[in-house]
């Protein structure tokens, strides 16, 4: 198994240009998470999904969107970006029982000037 | 509401002491507790959990974590560190009573081990 996987590792974007990171996941997990992680801090919550085609916000949802079509796929999309949107953001995914564990992928480092 | 807390945000070993990395949650009913590790440029890695059963949890690389529920607390051990065991790392807690059985971390405590 590959895991949790997350394309690409490094991006660059203009202030205003929209991108789409990509998450996906070959360990029919039900649950799938995207967390940001800023210089420093610990991990925030942007949004989640509990199967496919169910998803809802997490802490810091402003200024991205998600869709959940498929079990194994998660994308999330920047519109407009933003300077403030500048972190490392982390897929992550766990089968969706009580006592499972969590599993994340290695991250997306983003920077918009 | 679930919480977790890391009051240290660094701890500074030399190699071969050992190392404990603190912890503490706030949370309803019985908590299920983990601790992942962050090394640079990575994503986290699970490092052990503690359900129910035996409050020493023993996981990867040596580490252990001991929960005591009378001081709500899940401190991160491990006898003999070594310099290979720098990182970042991340206590949470999930409560299996609360819809989506969400994670909650805490702020991380980077180890700094020394030779």
């Known amino acids: 198994n590959a895991g949790v996987t997350q394309t690409p590792k490094f991006r660059i974007l203009k202030i205003g240009q929209s991108m789409t990171l990509q998450c996906t996941q070959d360990?029919?997990?039900?649950?799938m998470y995207w967390y940001r992680q800023d210089p420093g801090m610990g991990l925030k919550l942007i949004y989640y999904s509990v199967g496919a085609g169910i998803t809802d916000k997490g802490e810091v949802p402003n200024g991205y969107n998600v869709s959940r079509s498929t079990t194994e796929d998660f994308p999330l999309r920047l519109e407009l970006a933003a300077p403030s949107q500048t972190s490392v953001y982390f897929c992550a995914s766990r089968p969706g029982t009580s006592t499972d564990t969590q599993y994340f992928g290695p991250g997306t480092r983003l920077t918009v000037l | 509401a679930q919480s977790v807390a890391q009051p240290e945000d660094q701890v500074n070993v030399a190699e071969g002491n050992p190392l404990t990395v603190k912890c503490t949650y706030s949370v309803s009913g019985n908590p299920y507790l983990f601790w992942y590790v962050q090394y640079p440029n990575r994503g986290l890695q699970f490092l052990l959990k503690?359900?129910?059963?035996?409050?020493l949890v023993k996981g990867s690389y040596g580490f252990e974590a001991e929960f005591n529920k009378s001081q709500t607390s899940f401190h991160l051990k491990k006898p003999s560190a070594l310099v290979s065991d720098s990182a970042l790392y991340f206590c949470a807690v999930r409560n299996p009573s609360s819809a989506g059985n969400m994670l909650t971390f805490g702020g991380g405590t980077r180890l700094m081990v020394k030779p």
């Open positions: 360990m029919n997990h039900n649950y």
């Open positions: 503690y359900i129910t059963g035996d409050n």
